[in-house]
């Protein structure tokens, strides 16, 4: 395991350094400043802003000033939020998204999967195609509809809970989570059901039938462990995208979390913190696909990790 653990970490280098290169091009690239204002700066202001931040030095100089820093774990200041470096940014607002990412992520996976068993023992029934339909409504149906619908609904009609910020204390979660959640267990519950509708097709299964082991048990014991397998590999890139924030989410209710600094970023073409965003979700995702790899083996022993 260890050996398997050493490989993927030594890919994971090579990957962040295309990640990091990609990004920092990228946002060259893109028209504008961070020092662009309304009001136009005097040449020489500009030029003395731009030497402070090494920006009037060749692009390839700052590309590999940049790499040298990262290597040392240093991000740069932000260029637009005055006196924070990009990691004292990532510390102050990571909690946010972090809470509403582990939230959203359990309540889909609970209400995901037990949908998903649940259509597979009623396979073609009444109860399949209710859960089936229900799935297909919260794939189609994108998070800037449902957040303003619920919005309107439960904060501005009934008054139940807080429609923006942070004011409300754990009720300001509630909303949030939901709309997070409500795609992933379309999702989950798919995958759930297919899975299960295949397992309980088997031969292991019918076996322990004929012993006369109860159904109950074949499902949680037998049946569940084997049906998850392909859940366990989508939720790896999926954790990551709930655990650094919504872009949609964050912006509507207006939650100081890391989906929201980023749009803000970037449209502020604030670079370093961009691109200390993107590097934290690059190495995010690689971390999760690694747990998840570990974990498909602790479920199948049929895998060997070496």
Same mark, same amino acid.
């Given at each position: 395991? @260890? ?10 280098? =090579? ?46 100089? +700052? ?6 820093? $990262? ?7 932000? &260029? ?9 940014? @990532? ?6 998204? @972090? ?23 009623? +396979? ?17 149906? =994108? ?6 619908? &619920?919005? /309107? ?10 429609? !923006? ?18 795609? +992933? ?8 059901? !297919?899975?299960?509708?295949? $397992? ?7 076996? !322990?039938?004929?012993?006369?082991? =109860? ?39 207006? *939650? ?11 449209? +502020?073409?604030?670079?370093? $913190? ?9 190495? &995010?995702?690689?971390? /999760? ?5 570990? *974990?498909?083996? !602790? ?8």
């Amino acid at each position: 395991m @260890l050996r398997f653990i050493g490989r993927r970490l030594l890919v994971a280098l =090579p990957t962040l350094f295309l990640v990091v290169t990609v990004a920092f091009f990228m946002m060259r690239a893109a028209p504008g400043s961070p020092f662009d204002t309304d009001r136009k700066l005097p040449p020489e202001i500009e030029k003395n802003v731009m030497a402070k931040y090494g920006m009037d030095r060749p692009l390839v100089v +700052q590309y590999a000033d940049y790499l040298k820093d $990262v290597a040392h774990g240093d991000f740069g200041p932000s &260029l637009k939020y005055k006196d924070k470096t990009v990691l004292e940014i @990532l510390a102050e607002n990571y909690g946010v998204s @972090l809470r509403l990412g582990l939230a959203a992520i359990v309540l889909a996976g609970v209400i995901g999967v037990s949908l998903g068993v649940l259509a597979a023992l009623r +396979q073609n029934k009444s109860t399949d195609y209710a859960v089936m339909t229900v799935a297909i409504l919260g794939v189609c149906i =994108p998070t800037f509809v449902t957040a303003p619908l &619920l919005v /309107l609904t439960f904060g501005s009609w009934l008054g139940w809970f807080p429609t !923006a910020g942070l004011s409300g204390g754990v009720r300001a979660y509630v909303l949030p989570v939901i709309v997070l959640a409500l795609p +992933q267990v379309a999702i989950i519950s798919r995958l759930t059901r !297919a899975g299960m509708i295949e $397992v309980l097709r088997s031969n292991y299964v019918r076996t !322990a039938r004929a012993k006369g082991l =109860p159904e109950h048990r074949i499902v949680t014991r037998h049946a569940l462990r084997a049906a998850i397998l392909p859940l366990v590999s989508y939720l790896g890139p999926a954790c990551a995208g709930l655990l650094t924030g919504s872009l949609v989410v964050e912006k509507i209710f207006n *939650l100081p979390g890391l989906g929201k600094f980023f749009v803000i970023s970037a449209l +502020q073409r604030d670079y370093t $913190v961009v691109m200390g965003m993107v590097i934290f979700y690059a190495a &995010l995702i690689l971390a /999760l696909n690694l747990i998840a790899d570990l *974990l498909y083996a !602790a479920l199948d022993p049929r895998v060997r990790l070496a």
